[in-house]
Structure formats: structure tokens, C-alpha cells
């Protein structure tokens, strides 16, 4: 039973790492398409051709 435990503990330790990790990387994808947003409203509102790609979206690999 102690070793089940032990087990269990170190589980859920790794799951709560992967969690706060996936949340770290949402965030830098959400800061990034951010930054290019408000790099292309700027760009709309002086009037100036914005042709940078958006992002690349970090799921499409997964498909």
C-alpha cells in the first residue's frame, strides 16, 4: 500500500508539472499572436500594408 501511495504522489507531482508547463506555453503563443496583432491594427490605422504572416499555430502539427 505505502508503494501504491508513493506512486500516486509522484503522478499526480508530474501531472501538476506538465499542467504548469502547457499553461507557460499557452502563454507565450498568446503573447505572440498578440504582438503581431497589434503589429497589423497599427499598421491598418496609419494606412501602411501589413503582409507579415500570422504565427504559425503550434497545433498543426499535432493533426
Given at each position: 500500500m505505502y508503494l501504491w501511495?508513493?506512486?500516486?504522489?509522484?503522478?499526480q507531482e508530474r501531472l501538476e508539472e506538465v499542467r504548469a508547463e502547457g499553461k507557460a506555453e499557452t502563454a507565450a503563443v498568446y503573447r505572440e499572436?498578440?504582438?503581431?496583432?497589434n503589429r497589423r491594427l497599427e499598421a491598418e490605422s496609419k494606412g501602411i500594408s501589413f503582409n507579415e504572416?500570422?504565427?504559425?499555430?503550434?497545433h498543426?502539427?499535432?493533426r
Open positions: 501511495n508513493l506512486y500516486q504522489r509522484k503522478q499572436w498578440l504582438a503581431w496583432n504572416p500570422p504565427p504559425a499555430n503550434p498543426a502539427a499535432d
